[in-house]
């Protein structure tokens, strides 16, 4: 049998078909979504034959900004004015994982809250992040770790590895949990 070990797969969602009020259900129904798009395209029945688990990681993430969820800018206008409305303010990052054990069946998920302080960010580090596109792809347009934005960050409380899209611990304590 193949080594399938670290394989990628996307999951080739329709995100805006699912809709859920709270945040922490949004990211958990859409990891949930990933989970079983990419399920069923796989031969499940060869991992649960095989001696050693395979686990299967989906996650997504979301930006809560004064009370509304933010997913991926539409446009750079978009981009603008979520990156514009986090300048001397704050936002927060709502991110799950869910870890599905394919030999055993077993899922568990868990979400996680991280809010990020702002200082005044000039209007000429938006522009020159929004023409590099990168925060197109992304929940809020929330690129904390790229150098241009770095330097306006006045405060993370919560962990970092969370902002950027997995939250370390719980993942790793739902990796124990599932074998």
Do not use: C
């Given at each position: 049998?193949?080594?399938?070990?670290?394989?990628?797969?996307?999951?080739?969602?329709?995100?805006?078909?699912?809709?859920?009020?709270?945040?922490?259900?949004?990211?958990?129904?859409?990891?949930?979504?990933?989970?079983?798009?990419?399920?069923?395209r796989?031969?499940?029945?060869?991992?649960?034959?095989?001696?050693?688990?395979?686990?299967?990681?989906?996650?997504?993430?979301?930006?809560?900004?004064?009370?509304?969820?933010?997913?991926?800018?539409?446009?750079?206008?978009?981009?603008h004015?979520?990156?514009?409305?986090?300048?001397g303010?704050?936002?927060?990052t709502?991110?799950?994982?869910?870890?599905?054990n394919?030999?055993?069946?077993?899922?568990?998920?868990?979400?996680?809250?991280?809010?990020?302080?702002?200082?005044?960010?000039?209007?000429?580090v938006?522009?020159?992040?929004?023409?590099?596109?990168?925060?197109?792809?992304?929940?809020?347009?929330?690129?904390?770790?790229?150098?241009?934005?770095?330097?306006?960050?006045?405060?993370?409380?919560?962990?970092?590895?969370?902002?950027?899209?997995?939250?370390?611990?719980?993942?790793?304590?739902?990796?124990?949990?599932?074998?």
């Amino acid at each position: 049998m193949e080594d399938k070990t670290s394989q990628f797969k996307s999951a080739d969602i329709d995100e805006k078909g699912i809709r859920k009020e709270k945040p922490e259900e949004l990211v958990m129904a859409l990891a949930e979504a990933k989970a079983d798009a990419i399920l069923q395209r796989l031969p499940v029945s060869d991992y649960v034959k095989e001696a050693e688990p395979t686990l299967l990681i989906t996650s997504d993430q979301v930006v809560v900004y004064e009370g509304v969820t933010r997913e991926k800018p539409a446009n750079e206008e978009e981009a603008h004015q979520f990156i514009k409305g986090y300048s001397g303010g704050h936002a927060a990052t709502v991110g799950s994982v869910l870890v599905t054990n394919l030999k055993t069946g077993f899922r568990k998920g868990e979400w996680d809250r991280v809010e990020i302080h702002f200082h005044e960010i000039p209007d000429e580090v938006i522009e020159k992040l929004i023409e590099e596109g990168n925060v197109l792809h992304v929940a809020g347009g929330l690129l904390i770790e790229h150098p241009l934005i770095k330097p306006y960050i006045k405060q993370v409380v919560g962990t970092i590895d969370s902002v950027m899209g997995l939250p370390k611990a719980p993942t790793e304590k739902l990796i124990k949990e599932a074998v």
